[in-house]
């Protein structure tokens, strides 16, 4: 090592290069680990990898069997950088070169680790850890792993298991079980090898996986595989013509979609909801997934990421190629596009075969099949389908909504004003300058950085040494930057050509909540958040010509299920009562109890006179604090003061004491197990450290909101698979929180309705994860259905409420 370390010096001397760190190891070693840069602790030992992050990076390595002995370490720069003091370029250019001539001196190199950006971007060139960690290259006759820096596990905890993913690759490679991963494409086939390919598969294989791409708005092509180094892409198109006759085209399509229904086939692909609405919308064309990758990944390892580059890393030994589609775009080979299209849905059959093994050995697969995968058609034919919408009551809402945000950025002027005792104070709340001079330098807030992100905003709102003026401003600019957000958002949304709109609804979306959908714009740009429209906005929802739009909704659905899962005695009373009753209200019994007054003497509506009712405040209470929200949160979505929601803030944990109880029991199975199930059977695996309370606050929530969210994914699919529901004359159209909306024609309506509740009234079984009894519950669904009173417009806003006896199951 002293030879070696003495040629070194030499030839980096020349550079002026100082070395405060460097390299450890033998020569002959055949494990080279290559980080970023010295650690203070590096400097101070003259060794690489000794700090925290060391520390971390050997504990990993241990666990596949690689130890220190075995590897030779160094860094890219060999003096003390931190991220504010970055190197030039020049100077990265010097340490690459001088990288380049240190590996050259090493005797039996078989595997080089490039541990984060910096070392990937000197040894390959390559820039984008994200997208090339977990990927295995060559390097002058040796393999190259890229991995994170083990100093961003340790600030991201989160990437935790990725991280032990990657030095298991290192040990596959070290240990010659590492096999590169070949893909033979077919391209460019013709129209008789094209249709005896699908043939084959239907007849032959039975397994296949799909893939389509789209170039200017049109399915350019439809990949097939197999297996998971076989595959064929059939193209729509050359550079500049059709690549089949109209009629051939046609055919494709049909034996496509003929493969995908065929009972004996099983149909594979990545994401397969944007495939499915894409082609239901553009094509018309209608066709069966049977296992979604992305969405199996999800149900495994919700926390993860779940885009293909990932799953390759994961699960595949082929390196990252998710680049090449951008390649095609800059050189415009055409074929390149085509081969690409087949890699896609090779990796895709490949994850796919793994990921089921895992399903099952996880004693998921069930789940995700009966479930996950059975709600998949439902949601694609949302998507397709749309909602009629009124283009002139449209506008009129964008109008609306510019006054409120107006309203907004008035109330957060006013606050400011108060808090500086300044009348004539002006300030752009859209300027993070102005908004540093006033919380800085004006507010006298401190923190460890010059911002006004979101998180030190919320610091300072928890602070008790702010005082309740500046929590004022702090609430005021929050509810503005709320509304703002919402508000470009929602002026933005475009509708389709058919002037209606469309929401692609996510299985995957709610990353601390997986079972609750999400929605958002189509892939093409139109539609939007279909979850996050005001309350206005249902008067331009139309039905369809001759149709009426039909409702329910889950009342209280997750207060309820926190009161049977944290065994609260008073809740479970008030909610039952008030399900059997009708008329008894659980939320004015919760505010008579908060408040103690007597029930009668809490009003029963929410506003009075534009002020803030009782019952408002413990409803609101109720659907906040119960997942630990702070006092400063409580304030900004009740409206209220700083001082009156503390107030109601230890009013409402006084009252329920059994909601910290719960708290604990959640964190006690989580730091136990890693793991919560809800009650419908969705797993949630932990894979960060939960050494902190932080980490531990954004689970509490998880089994209320899944399982709400489950249960109403599964109320949607057990609807329109009952044999009395009738696709021809009504179907559910879009999700709203704990709601389903459904078009009807008005003879079918109380069919249709009855159906809904039957389902969403179904008990869902709650072990308490307090007493660990199971119990049923049941949440009663509030029906609406459009009024028809004569010359009224069949829009979301126009609904009465109606009951129902459910119709028999």
Known sequence: MSD?????VDHTASYGLEIQCAMEGDIDSEIILIGEYPGEQEVAFNKPFVGASGKHLWTALREVGIHRGMCYST??????????????HREFLLWQEALQYELSLLTKPKVIVCLGATALAAVLGFEGITEYRGSVYDYNGCKVVVANNPATVLRRPETELIFLMDMSKVSEVYKDEFVPHIINSTINPSYEEAMNYMSAIKKQ??????????????????????TPHDAMCIPFRSQKDLYFSLEQEYNILRAFADLTDDKDTFCIAQNGNFDSYFMGYKDHLRFRIDFDTLLAHHTLYPKLPHNLGFLTAQYTSHPFYKDEKELFKESGDINAFWKYNCTDAAITFACA?????????QNQYQFFTTHVMAAHPHLTQATVDGVKVNAEKKQELNSQLRNDLEVHEAKFLNACRTALHDEDFIINPKSPKQLQELFFDKLNCRAAKRSVVAEIREGWAKDPRVNSDTRNVIIALDKYIEEQKFYSTYVNTQLDPDNRFRAEYKQFGVSNAPGRLSSSQTLWGSGGNAQNQPRRAREMFEADDGCIFIYFDLAQAEARYVGWDANIEQWIEDFERARIDGNFDAHRSLAATMFNIPYDDVPTKDEIDGEFTLRYIA??????LNYRMHIARLAI?????YGMAARNYYAYHKTNPELQVWWKAVEKEVKKSRMLYNSIGRRFLFTERLDNDGALDSIIAYRPQSTIGDKVVRVWKQCQEDNRWNMQKARIAINVHDALWGISTPA????????????AEEPIMVTSI????TSPLIIPADLKISDMTEGLPRNMANMKGICLDAARI
């Open 619 to 624: 409803k609101r209470c109720r659907h906040g």
């Open 205 to 226: 294989y039975k397994i296949f996986s799909m893939d389509i791409e789209v170039i200017g708005m049109e399915t350019a092509c439809i990949g097939l595989a197999h």
């Open 4 to 8: 070696q370390f003495l040629k070194f």
């Open 353 to 361: 075969e793994k990921l089921k093994k895992e399903l099952q050995d």
């Open 748 to 759: 079918f309506a109380n069919t249709a309705l009855s159906i809904m509740k039957a389902y």
């Open 75 to 88: 860094n890219v720069l060999k003096r003390r950088v931190s991220p504010k003091m970055s190197v030039d």
């Open 770 to 773: 307090v007493t660990k009894k």
């Open 637 to 641: 979505t009740t409206g209220l003061s």
